[in-house]
C-alpha cells in the first residue's frame, strides 16, 4: 500500500503542473450575496463554496462542464472551455428571473440519501449502459442475466424492483405492464445526469421504500456539440452513437441517436469447464429530439424517443442442458414528454409534466419452452401521465402541492399454458399531494439549524378494484454549527404500491385473486457531511413490509405472484468519496449491510426469519478514477455477498458471493478538427465465475475499445 | 490509511463463506424414495429416502454419492425395477440411472436438446417408455443401451404414461388445452387410437385389472372442472367417469380404492361405479398450510400409509405427511424442494 500511495503522489505532482486553476463564485442573483456551501460538481469530484461564497480548484482537461447546485436555488450546469474566474448567479427558488436557466436537477435531499453523477464522455467510453454507474450507489443491487441486451433491474435494501421508482425527465417510465425499468435500455450516450435517492425527500415529493433513479436528458445548459461515439468488444458488440446539440439564444435542439449490435455471445463457466453461447442477436435503436425554450418567466422542453429493440433472452443452464436461448423479445416504443416550469410574480413556480407513450412487445419462443401454440405473445401498453405542482418558496420555507393522474391500457394475445388468452386491461390511478419543507427553524441567520420536512400523499387505483390508500412521510434534520459539516437526519413514512398489470394477471391464471397493495412503513436514520475534500453518508434503514409481493414457482415452468404478509428490512448503508487530489484522483466506496427477512408466523413454513431471496447481506463497490494529464484510468470493483435462491434458506440453494472488476485505461486527444479520446475497458478483469441469478452464468472476461469524437 | 484499514476489514468479513454439508450415504431397505422437482430453471432436484424402520429421512442421497453433483433440473417422474431407479429429469434432457444400493449413478440416457422426459414406465429391465412434454413424443427406451427405440409423435405436451395388455397409453395434457389419450403399440411404436377423454389429462394410474383410470385435471378457469375415466385397455372406450371440480391431480390407488387430489383435498372413488365420496379424507389445508395444495400422493400396502406431499410455498423444502386409511395424520418427515413423486421401495415384497 505505501508503495501504492507513493506513486499516487508522484502522480499528483506530475499531473498538477499540467491542471488549469478555476475559480468559481457563486451569489443569490437577486441579492449578489455569496452563497455559502454551493456545491460544485464536475467529472472528478464536487467542492463547495466557502464563507465567500468562493471555491478553487483544477480540472485537466478542457472543455468541462460543472453543475452548480444550492438546497434553496435553481440548478445551473455551466460549461467551462478554459481556466479563470467564473461568476454564477443562481436563481431563488421563489423568484422570478427573466431568461432563467436551469438545470432539472433537484437540490441535494436534507433527509435522506442521495447521489448524483454527471455523465461524462469518460463514462460514456467504460459503461455499457447505466448499471455500473448505479453500482456505485449504496443499497443498491442489480438482477441481471447475462449476454449483451439482457434484462437489469434495480432493487434498493431487499425489496422488489417494482418498488423502484425510475424517472426520464420527471416523469415515471417503469414499464406499464411489469412496473419495472430495463436499465439496459439506458445507455449513458443518451443521457446526462443520473440521480439516485433513498429515503424521503419532501422536496420534491418522493417517499417511495423501494428508492429512485432519476435520468435527464437535454440539460437547459449544455453547450452545443457534434459528438460521435464508437464502441467495439471481443465478443462482437459493435455500437455508435451520435449527439448534436445547437443552442440558439432562448432556444436549444439536441438529437440523440444509438445503434447497438451485438451476436449476444459469451463465454461462461458451468459444470466445470468454459463454454461459450449465444443467443438469439440483439439489435438496438434509439432515436430522441429534445428541445426547449427559455423565455422571460417560463421554460419549456419537449423530448420524443423512438426505440425499437429486438433481444435474444438468455436461457438458463443446467445440468445436461447447455441448449442456446433462441427465445426472442421485440419491443417498439415511442415516448414523448414535455416539462413546462413557469415562474410566476407572486413567487409561485409551477412544474408541469407530461407523457404519452406507447409500446408493441412480442415474445418469440420458437421451442415453445415458454409459450405454447404459436410460440408467440403480443402485447401492447399504452402510457398517459400528467402531474402538476405548484411551489411556493420564502424565507426558508417551501411547500409545494401537486396532482398526478395515469392512465395505463395492455392489450394481451397469446397462450399461456391452459389456453389461449386475450386480455385488453386499463387502469386509471392517481394521487394527490402535499409537501413541506421548513428550514432552520431555530437558526435563520447561520448555515445550522433543524429543517423539517413533511408529505401527505393519497393515491387511487380502479384496478384490480377501486381503491384509495394515504401515506404520509415525514422529517427532521439537524446540522449544528459546531459540528459543521455533519447533518443528522431521521425520517418515517408510510407508502403504498398497487400490484402491477403482470402480477394481477399471472396471479389470476391460477384461480389467486386476492393479490393486495403492499404498504411499507421506513424508518431512517442517518449521518450526511459534504466538504470539497469528502462526502460521508452513514444511514440506518428499518422497513416493515406488509404484502410484499413475490414471485414463486407454480407447477413446474410458470411462476405466480403472491404477498408474502409481513417483511423486515433492515440494514446500514456507509457511503464515502473523497478527491484527496482534486481533479487527478478521486475515491469512492459504499457498503450496505442488509438483512431482509419474511416475518409471517407459521409454525409449518421454514421461510419464517429467513432471508428474502437474492438479497445479499453485504455488499461493496469501489471506485477509482485517475487522471495524468491527456491520461485517464477508472477502476470498478463490485462485491455482492452470497444469496438463497429458496425461501427456507437451505444451504444448498445458495449462491456464493462474487467480485467484478471492471479497469479502464483511455487517452484524449486533437485528432484532425476534435477532441478525441481512445479507451480500452476490461470487464470482469480477474474473470471471476459467478451467478447473479441462479443457472445464469455471467459473461468471463471482456475486452472494449471506444472511441469518442468531440467535433470543434 | 485508516480508510483503507476500514476497507480491508469490511472485505474479510464479507468473503467468509458457509460450507455445504454433504448428506450421508443410505443403503435402503424398506422405505420411501421421494423425488424432489426442485424448482424450474434451478437445477436443483434431489431425492430423499425415508427408512421406514428407523424413522430417519436423509436429504440430498443423489449427490451425497454422486461427489456433490446435482441430480439435474425439474426431476419429474420416477419408475423403479429390481434396484434400479429411472428418474426422468425433464429440464435436464435426461433420464438417469440409479443404483438403489448406493444411489450412485448408473449413466443417462440422452434425450437431447428439447428432450424434456416428462413421466416413464419401465416394463422391464430391458425396456421403459417415456414422454416427451417438449416435443409431443413417446419413445421407447432400450435401458441396456442407454438408447432410443423408437419415437412415435403424440398429442400436444404429453405427461402421463403407462402401460397394458401390449399398449402405451399417454396422457396428452395440451397444458390445459387438449383432452386425448393416445395409444401405441409397444413394438413398433404404431398410434392405435386416441380416446377422447376431459380436458387436461396428466395423469395415468394402472391397477393391473383391465382398466386404467386417467385424471383430467381440466382448465385453470376458476372452477378447473376435471374428472377421472375409466378406460378398458382392450376395447379402448372410456367405460364410465366422474366429473370433479377443484382441479384434480395426483392419484394412486389403495388396496380397495382409488383416491385422487384436488383443491379441497384427497378423495375417495368407488373405483367399480366410480362413485366419489362427497368429503374429503384429508383436506387439502391440512397437507399445505400454505396454498392447499397437494403435489405428490402414494400408498404403502405394507405400512397402510397414505402418503402426500407438501410442497409449502414451492421455493422451500417441503415434507411428506402420512395418514392412515381414516385420513388421520400419523407422521412426517421433510423432504427436498418440491416433492412431486414418491415411490414405496422394498429390496423383497
Known amino acids: ?712 | 490509511m485508516k480508510k483503507l484499514i476500514l476497507l480491508s476489514f469490511v472485505f474479510v468479513i464479507v468473503s467468509c463463506e458457509t460450507p455445504v454439508e454433504t448428506p450421508p450415504l443410505v443403503i435402503p431397505e424398506f422405505g420411501y424414495i421421494v423425488v424432489n422437482e426442485g424448482v424450474y430453471g434451478q437445477n436443483n432436484s434431489s431425492i430423499t429416502f425415508y427408512d421406514v424402520n428407523t424413522g430417519l429421512a436423509t436429504n440430498n442421497v443423489f449427490s451425497g454419492a454422486n461427489s456433490g453433483n446435482p441430480l439435474g433440473d425439474t426431476a419429474n417422474d420416477l419408475d423403479v425395477f429390481g434396484s434400479t431407479a429411472y428418474i426422468a429429469v425433464d429440464n435436464s434432457n435426461k433420464i438417469e440411472i440409479v443404483d438403489l444400493n448406493t444411489y450412485k449413478s448408473k449413466g443417462i440416457i440422452d434425450m437431447g436438446p428439447g428432450g424434456s422426459p416428462r413421466e416413464l414406465v419401465v416394463t422391464s429391465s430391458k425396456t421403459g417408455f417415456v414422454t416427451s412434454l417438449l416435443s409431443n413424443k413417446v419413445h421407447k427406451l432400450d435401458l441396456i443401451n442407454k438408447s432410443i427405440v423408437w419415437s412415435a409423435e403424440t398429442g400436444a405436451y404429453p405427461e402421463g404414461i403407462t402401460q397394458s395388455a401390449g399398449k402405451i397409453f399417454v396422457a396428452n395434457s395440451g397444458f390445459g388445452a387438449s383432452n386425448t389419450l393416445s395409444v401405441f403399440d409397444t413394438l413398433n411404436g404404431n398410434k392405435i387410437s386416441d380416446i377422447q377423454i376431459g380436458f387436461n389429462p396428466r395423469v395415468l394410474v394402472n391397477r393391473n385389472d383391465g382398466y386404467i383410470y386417467a385424471v383430467c385435471t381440466g382448465v385453470y378457469d376458476g372452477i378447473g372442472k376435471g374428472g377421472v375415466y375409466k378406460i378398458n385397455t382392450s376395447t379402448l372406450v372410456s367405460v364410465d367417469s366422474v366429473l370433479i371440480d377443484g382441479n384434480p391431480g395426483e392419484a394412486c390407488f389403495t388396496d380397495s380404492h382409488l383416491l385422487v387430489t384436488n383443491s379441497l383435498g384427497v378423495f375417495r372413488i368407488e373405483p367399480d361405479n366410480m362413485s366419489i365420496e362427497t368429503e374429503a379424507i384429508i383436506s387439502a389445508s391440512t397437507v399445505n398450510p400454505i396454498y392447499g395444495i397437494i403435489y405428490a400422493l402414494a400408498y404403502d400396502p405394507v405400512e397402510k400409509l397414505i402418503l402426500a406431499g407438501n410442497p409449502k410455498d414451492f421455493i422451500q423444502n417441503g415434507e411428506i405427511i402420512k395418514f392412515d386409511l381414516n385420513g388421520k395424520k400419523t407422521g412426517s418427515f421433510d423432504t427436498g424442494l418440491n416433492p412431486g413423486t414418491i415411490a414405496v421401495y422394498k429390496k423383497k415384497f
Open chain 1, 1 to 712: 500500500m505505501n508503495n501504492f500511495l507513493r506513486f499516487a503522489v508522484l502522480i499528483f505532482f506530475l499531473a498538477s503542473g499540467l491542471q488549469a486553476q478555476i475559480t468559481v463564485s457563486v451569489i443569490d442573483s437577486s441579492t449578489s450575496s455569496n452563497l455559502v456551501n454551493a456545491e460544485i460538481l464536475f467529472p472528478q469530484g464536487r467542492f463547495f463554496t466557502n464563507s465567500e461564497g468562493v471555491a478553487e480548484f483544477q480540472v485537466p482537461t478542457f472543455p468541462t462542464d460543472i453543475i452548480v447546485s444550492h438546497t434553496s436555488y435553481h440548478s445551473r450546469q455551466i460549461h467551462l472551455k478554459s481556466a479563470g474566474i467564473y461568476i454564477v448567479r443562481l436563481q431563488p427558488l421563489s423568484l422570478n428571473i427573466p431568461l432563467i436557466t436551469v438545470t432539472a436537477v433537484q437540490p441535494g435531499n436534507l433527509f435522506g440519501s442521495s447521489g448524483r453523477v454527471l455523465i461524462d464522455d469518460k463514462i460514456r467510453s467504460v459503461t455499457r449502459d447505466i448499471s455500473t454507474v448505479i453500482n456505485r450507489f449504496s443499497g443498491t443491487y442489480i438482477k441481471e442475466y447475462g449476454g449483451s441486451g439482457s434484462l437489469k433491474t434495480i432493487s434498493f435494501r431487499g425489496l422488489s424492483s417494482e418498488n423502484t421508482e425510475v424517472l426520464f425527465n420527471e416523469i415515471n417510465i417503469n414499464d406499464a405492464a411489469t412496473g419495472l425499468a430495463d436499465l439496459s435500455d439506458h445507455s449513458a450516450n443518451m443521457i446526462d445526469i443520473l440521480e439516485m435517492q433513498h429515503g424521503i425527500s419532501p422536496e420534491d415529493g418522493f417517499a417511495g421504500a423501494g428508492g429512485r433513479i432519476k435520468m435527464t436528458s437535454g440539460l437547459w445548459d449544455t453547450p452545443s456539440h457534434t459528438r460521435i461515439s464508437l464502441k467495439a468488444d471481443s465478443d462482437q458488440l459493435f455500437s455508435s452513437a451520435l449527439s448534436l446539440r445547437k443552442n440558439m439564444g432562448s432556444y436549444f435542439l439536441e438529437i440523440n441517436a444509438e445503434n447497438v449490435n451485438s451476436p449476444n455471445r459469451y463465454s461462461y463457466f458451468f459444470d466445470g469447464q468454459t463454454r461459450t453461447r449465444e443467443n438469439a442477436f440483439l439489435n438496438k435503436k434509439q432515436f430522441s429530439i429534445s428541445a426547449g425554450k427559455s423565455y422571460e418567466s417560463n421554460l419549456t422542453r419537449i423530448y420524443l424517443k423512438y426505440s425499437d429493440k429486438i433481444n435474444g433472452l438468455p436461457g438458463f443452464v443446467v445440468s445436461n442442458n447447455y441448449d442456446w436461448s433462441k427465445t426472442r423479445s421485440g419491443s417498439e416504443t415511442r415516448m414523448l414528454i414535455l416539462n413546462n416550469y413557469h415562474y410566476f410574480d407572486s413567487g409561485l413556480i409551477n412544474s408541469f409534466s407530461f407523457s404519452a407513450s406507447g409500446s408493441k412487445l412480442f415474445l418469440a419462443d420458437p421451442d415453445r419452452r415458454m409459450i405454447s401454440g404459436s410460440g408467440e405473445k403480443k402485447t401492447s401498453t399504452s402510457d398517459l401521465r400528467i402531474q402538476n405542482k405548484l411551489e411556493f418558496g420564502l424565507e426558508g420555507t417551501k411547500l409545494s402541492a401537486g396532482l398526478n393522474l395515469a392512465k395505463a391500457e395492455l392489450n394481451s394475445s397469446g397462450e399461456i399454458f391452459s389456453a389461449y388468452r386475450s386480455d385488453s386491461i386499463d387502469r386509471l390511478s392517481g394521487g394527490f399531494f402535499i409537501n413541506a419543507v421548513f428550514e432552520h427553524i431555530f437558526e435563520k441567520e447561520t448555515d445550522g439549524g433543524i429543517n423539517a420536512g413533511l408529505i401527505f400523499e393519497t393515491e387511487y387505483a380502479d384496478f384490480p378494484e377501486k381503491t384509495s390508500v394515504n401515506g404520509v412521510s415525514a422529517g427532521l434534520s439537524y446540522s449544528p454549527r459546531y459540528l459543521s459539516p455533519f447533518r443528522f437526519y431521521t425520517t418515517y413514512s408510510i407508502d403504498n404500491r398497487f400490484p402491477t398489470f403482470n402480477e394481477i394477471y399471472y396471479a389470476s391464471l391460477f384461480n389467486h385473486t386476492g393479490l393486495t397493495r403492499e404498504q411499507f412503513k421506513t424508518f431512517e436514520a442517518g449521518i450526511s457531511a459534504r466538504t470539497s475534500s469528502y462526502d460521508l453518508e452513514i444511514s440506518y434503514f428499518n422497513i416493515l413490509g406488509d404484502g410484499l409481493i413475490v414471485w414463486t414457482p407454480f407447477r413446474a415452468i410458470i411462476q405466480v405472484p403472491r404477498n408474502i404478509r409481513t417483511v423486515r428490512s433492515y440494514g446500514l448503508e456507509v457511503s464515502a468519496s473523497s478527491s484527496p487530489f482534486p481533479g487527478t484522483l478521486r475515491l469512492g466506496a459504499n457498503y450496505t449491510w442488509l438483512n431482509a427477512i419474511n416475518k409471517t408466523g407459521n409454525d409449518n413454513d421454514n421461510a419464517y426469519n429467513k432471508r428474502l431471496i437474492y438479497t445479499p447481506s453485504h455488499k461493496v463497490s469501489l471506485n477509482a478514477e485517475l487522471i495524468f494529464g491527456r491520461i485517464f484510468t477508472i477502476l470498478d470493483l463490485m462485491y455482492a455477498g452470497s444469496r438463497y435462491y429458496t425461501a427456507d434458506n437451505d444451504s444448498h440453494n445458495k449462491l456464493k458471493g462474487y467480485l467484478v472488476t471492471d479497469f479502464s485505461a483511455g487517452i484524449n486527444f486533437p485528432l484532425l478538427s476534435s477532441n478525441a479520446s481512445a479507451s480500452l475497458t476490461v470487464y470482469n478483469l480477474l474473470n471471476a465465475q459467478y451467478f447473479v441469478i441462479q443457472s445464469y452464468p455471467m459473461p468471463l472476461r471482456n475486452y472494449s475499445f471506444t472511441l469518442n469524437l468531440n467535433l470543434i
